[in-house]
């Protein structure tokens, strides 16, 4: 029922003009996954940085809260340029994703990431030494982040993976 509804989306969106304009465009496809891409090593890049800060293997010279106050809010309007040149993504192919787990399986990673990312930014700007006040809070800091690079590369892998996935 679910799959017959999202096959039904996924055809009328392929009957739109933007989809065939996407499509039959030569550059347009090649032009997004290059932004995506891109964005994509912006983001992982800052959100890892953070995290490896948080299990001190770099920066360790640099206080923590500097750090994500440096790379953390970056984060936000990247999201947004991978919202859209995804989204155009689906919209040119649709079955491609619409009909295939693997593009929910990167979705349902990516909300993780975004409550992993959003709690940490925001204890830091509350309260600078959140995550260094005792043993405890060190510990579950170090997990968050080893928790936080897992999910960001689960989404890599999950975004490289779509094409291998798809329904026939
Ligand atoms: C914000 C919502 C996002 C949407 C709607 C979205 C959507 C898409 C779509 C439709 C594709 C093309 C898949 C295919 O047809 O093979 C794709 C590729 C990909 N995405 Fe995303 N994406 C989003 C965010 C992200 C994020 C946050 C990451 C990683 C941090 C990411 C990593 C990738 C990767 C690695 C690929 C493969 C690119 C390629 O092989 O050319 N995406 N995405």
Redesign the pocket.
């Known amino acids: 029922m679910f799959v017959a509804a999202l096959t039904a989306l996924s055809k009328w969106l392929a009957a739109t003009s933007l989809s065939s304009t996407i499509l039959t465009t030569g550059w347009i496809i090649p032009t997004l996954?290059t932004v995506?891409?891109l964005?994509?090593a912006v983001?992982?890049s800052s959100?890892v940085l953070v995290d490896l800060r948080m299990l001190g293997v770099l920066q360790r010279d640099v206080p923590l809260s500097d750090v994500a106050r440096r790379f953390l809010p970056a984060i936000w309007p990247i999201?947004?340029v991978?919202?859209v040149?995804?989204?155009l993504?689906?919209v040119g192919?649709p079955r491609?994703?619409l009909v295939n787990g693997t593009?929910y399986l990167?979705?349902a990673l990516?909300a993780v990431?975004i409550v992993l990312t959003s709690a940490l930014q925001w204890s830091l700007a509350s309260t600078p030494g959140f995550w260094d006040r005792d043993t405890g809070r060190r510990v579950a800091g170090g997990i968050a982040a080893v928790a936080s690079i897992l999910v960001?590369s689960g989404?890599?892998?999950?975004?490289?993976w779509?094409?291998y996935t798809?329904a026939g």
């Open positions: 996954q995506h891409i964005c994509v983001l992982f959100a999201l947004l991978l919202l040149t995804g989204g993504l689906i192919e491609r994703s593009f990167k979705m990516l990431a960001w989404i890599l892998f999950a975004g490289r779509i094409a798809q």
